[in-house]
């Protein structure tokens, strides 16, 4: 076995000598502060400025700096949407990189260009698309195709004809009568109607207009 012949613990063990013709230097603040600005943004200041002035959360927005391709890609789709914050976010992490390899992520814009993802967000806050559309969108987006042809050919479009969705609201009230009679012990029947009214129009019904006709609707009856 080898056994160590003396112990260094300490740079004094080391006898470092300062060069005699060297005087000391001491580097200004001023000087730190100027080339500290010529620095590029640190993964940590990112995450903390997409946190603060984006609200995202602190998942989203670790993920997003732990890979300089994909913050970058993040910050053109929200520059190119006008849209910051979880739902731009949400559907690059949660649904985007579910489709692409992670040594592909500097590829990132060629496989889907933030235009193509920013023209979604749009669509989304528009309300012409819902978010389950926007999110089946996301591997015909990777296989090349465009939003606008994905809609025209899937023939997406959201149903935000009041009269029709109370139609078919009334429908599912008279389909499923015990439910008037739940609504006081359990309020998340609420959710089980807005779910019925969605499965019947393929999920194309506008959910904010559904919930709004079976809230006036329960109110009623």
């Given amino acids: 076995s080898i056994k160590p012949a003396r112990v260094k ?3 004094e063990d080391y006898r470092y000598m300062p060069d005699p013709n060297l005087p000391f230097y001491i580097i200004p603040d001023e000087l730190i502060e100027e080339v500290r600005k010529t620095l590029p943004e ?8 997409f946190i603060n002035q984006h609200g995202l959360s602190e998942y989203l927005a670790h993920v997003l700096v732990s890979s300089k391709a994909l913050a970058d890609y993040y910050e053109k789709v929200t520059e190119l949407s006008g849209v910051k914050g979880d739902k731009v976010a949400g559907l690059i992490v949660t649904d985007l990189l579910g489709w692409i390899d992670s040594e ?8 889907v ?10 669509l989304l806050e528009k309300d012409e698309i819902t978010i389950k559309m926007a999110k089946e969108m996301i591997p015909l987006l990777v296989r090349g195709e465009k939003p606008r042809q994905i809609i025209d050919r899937m023939g997406w479009s959201v149903i935000r004809n009041r009269a029709v969705l109370e139609k078919i609201v009334d429908d599912v009230l008279k389909e499923n009568p015990q439910v008037l009679k739940d609504i006081e012990r359990n309020p998340r029947v609420v959710q089980f109607i807005i779910g019925k009214v969605l499965e019947k129009t393929s999920k194309k019904g506008d959910p904010k207009i559904i919930a709004e006709i079976v809230r006036e609707k329960i109110r009623l009856s």
């Fill in 104 to 111: 592909d992520l500097s590829k990132l814009s060629r496989i």
């Fill in 113 to 122: 260009p933030p235009e193509d993802l920013a023209e979604v967000v749009k």
């Fill in 42 to 49: 640190l993964p940590e200041e990112r995450a903390a400025r």
């Fill in 9 to 11: 613990e300490y740079e």
